[in-house]
């Protein structure tokens, strides 16, 4: 017989975490500075930097698309900016020739997006590795050549004269030329974004995601069938990117051949590696610091590649867990020696 | 006499010019310990791959439970009710304990639990627990399985394998590389699965299977050298001059 309370059928004792360290508040601090920034860009009159802010902010969209792959499921893509610009131009489409509808655009570039997600997704699903990263490149230097060449969709030139919008909330409405009331749609969305796919990635779903990364070969001895989850996961993050780019757009009133370059792709895998791989906000704020840092030092010099190549092998070298990921070693340690020292 | 739980057929596999499994056949009564010992290289371990779905047999079939499952994926075999461990650790290295056991445990719930929040898969949170107090994990639930001895890892191996509530349990060498001490609670645990679920056991070590199991399949160079009880096997001449040596057991 056992002596003392027995736990209640039903209520398990344990509850396996991933981490030992939650990084929800590192995430409310990022989200509350970056109100409070805004806020205070808005109060001295500053719109450039309001809309380099939101700018930073749809990136960060992609970098989430990017970790999905590279944090959880083990991924690199090299070609996760194919999408982005996929979203770009049929929003662009959608606002400049059907209605000046953010809903609408939004919609049809999600559902349209669903085809070259699943198409790539197919083709990429095959191999693992390095052969990976080298077809989502190959695919999205395809599809960027194949938009370059098209006359009907501005060629090298792209389209411009896409539309600034009233965006309807049922409730109020928000102006797109307002770049305070942009930048607060952005903020909310990507809020919303990464609270949504951060549930997502603790489910028992998400978990598995992360045990493919960890261990793929083993978990179809488990009951597993991981090509449908990486083909899930890859669908998942190719709509996100879809997402944020339906949205570029109208922060940018163009959309042009470049946003589906490899140095798009190249630059969101950067952003994550310098805010922190598997993280999930880290690459929010990696994107939102290097964009920062992009325009900067392009103000002073033409040859800003090469200082972003620098500061990305510097962080490799010495912080390879990315700005967040070593925050979180640092927090976990932290809390070792607490839970150590009350012993 | 109930339907065996598993039946193979003439299983052939051959790698170029090795034929690792020739023409093996032998049932798996259901509740019964079955152990498959051989020297090395006998293409024990090729055999459960045949059986486990890992490796699908150029001839011959698998049928699990009255089912025909030759070539069937080692997912289907999991579903199916077929569950392995391996002689060489096979786990979530980076993940941890309890984990690893949830991971396995999650094939207890509906598939539509996967997108609610892990606390709504009741079932299988109880099953992790259940297997960490089954096989004395509490101390090092949280642990990642990389920080874990040997010996832990290998009772892991075994713990995950059961966190599906297999009808079947296929184990690689289970005790590889365990201490004596180690080894013999493996044993003991084993044979307490028995009246649950049925095993079938390749081991190197001779003792521990002679103690163990309900019948023995021998195995040299890809085929089936002698096949019944211990005594029989024990008693067997051929099998005494090709593995066993004089006296031995």
Redesign the interface.
């Known amino acids: 017989m056992h002596d003392g309370p027995r736990?209640a059928a039903?209520t398990?004792?344990?509850?396996?975490?991933?981490r030992?360290v939650s990084l929800r508040w590192v995430s409310a601090a990022f989200f509350l500075i970056a109100l409070a920034l805004g806020l205070f860009g808005w109060a001295v009159g500053d719109s450039f930097h309001l809309r380099l802010a939101t700018e930073a902010l749809i990136l960060s969209g992609l970098a989430i698309s990017v970790d999905i792959l590279l944090g959880y499921t083990g991924l690199l893509s090299l070609g996760q900016a194919m999408f982005f610009g996929f979203g770009a131009y049929v929003s662009a489409l959608v606002l400049k020739d059907l209605a000046p509808s953010f809903w609408l655009a939004i919609g049809i570039a999600l559902l349209s997006g669903l085809v070259p997600a699943l198409l790539a997704g197919l083709i990429a699903n095959r191999v693992r590795g390095v052969y990976f990263a080298l077809i989502t490149f190959g695919l999205a230097q395809i599809a960027a050549r194949a938009v370059y060449n098209t006359r009907d969709l501005g060629a090298s030139d792209g389209m411009i004269g896409i539309p600034q919008l009233r965006i309807d909330f049922l409730l109020f409405r928000v102006d797109t030329s307002e770049p305070i009331a942009f930048f607060l749609t952005m903020l909310v969305c990507i809020a919303a974004l990464y609270a949504v796919v951060a549930?997502?990635l603790?489910?028992?779903?998400g978990?598995?995601l992360?045990?493919i990364r960890?261990?793929e070969?083993?978990?179809?001895?488990?009951?597993?069938?991981?090509r449908l989850y990486v083909l899930a996961a890859y669908v998942v993050a190719a709509e996100i990117a879809v997402l944020v780019g339906a949205i570029y757009p109208i922060l940018r009133g163009f959309v042009s051949p470049e946003l589906m370059f490899f140095h798009a792709s190249g630059n969101a895998v950067i952003n994550v590696v310098v805010g922190g791989v598997g993280t999930l906000i880290g690459p929010i704020v990696g994107s939102v610091l290097l964009t920062g840092l992009r325009s900067v030092v392009s103000g002073y010099t033409e040859h800003h590649l090469i200082v972003i190549g620098v500061i990305f092998m510097v962080s490799v070298m010495f912080f390879p867990k990315g700005i967040v990921g070593y925050l979180r070693d640092w927090l976990e340690r932290r809390r070792a020696r607490g839970g150590s020292a009350r012993r | 006499m109930s339907r065996p739980i598993l039946e193979l057929r003439d299983l052939s596999i051959r790698f170029g010019a090795l034929r690792a499994v020739d023409g093996m056949g032998f049932t798996v009564e259901r509740g019964t310990i079955v152990s498959v010992i051989g020297p090395n290289g006998a293409g024990k371990s090729t055999l459960f791959n045949l059986v486990s779905g890992a490796i699908r047999p150029a001839a011959g079939r698998v049928v699990m439970d009255g089912t025909d499952v030759t070539g069937a994926s080692p997912m289907r075999m999991l579903r199916a009710g077929l569950a392995r461990s391996f002689q060489i650790t096979n786990l979530f290295m980076e993940l941890s304990v309890a984990e690893n056991l949830r991971l396995a445990a999650q094939m207890l719930e509906p598939a539509h639990r996967q997108l609610l929040p892990l606390r709504r898969s009741r079932r299988a949170l109880a099953k992790v627990d259940e297997l960490i107090d089954r096989f004395e994990l509490a101390g090092t639930a949280a642990e990642r399985v990389g920080n874990l001895s040997h010996g832990e890892q290998r009772r892991l191996e075994i713990a995950v394998a059961l966190a599906s509530e297999p009808k079947l349990l296929l184990l690689d060498e289970p005790t590889q590389g365990m201490s004596h001490g180690d080894t013999d609670e493996t044993a003991a645990m084993i044979r307490g699965l028995a009246g649950e679920l049925t095993v079938l056991l390749v081991e190197h070590d001779i003792g521990l299977v002679m103690g163990l199991s309900d019948k023995i399949v021998v195995m040299q160079q890809g085929t089936k050298l002698a096949e019944g009880t211990p005594e029989e096997v024990r008693r067997d001449p051929a099998v005494q001059a090709a593995y066993l040596g004089t006296g031995a057991g």
């Open positions: 736990p039903g398990p004792r344990c509850l396996p975490a991933l030992g549930y997502f603790d489910t028992p779903f978990r598995t992360t045990a960890v261990n070969k083993r978990a179809p001895f488990l009951g597993y069938a991981t």
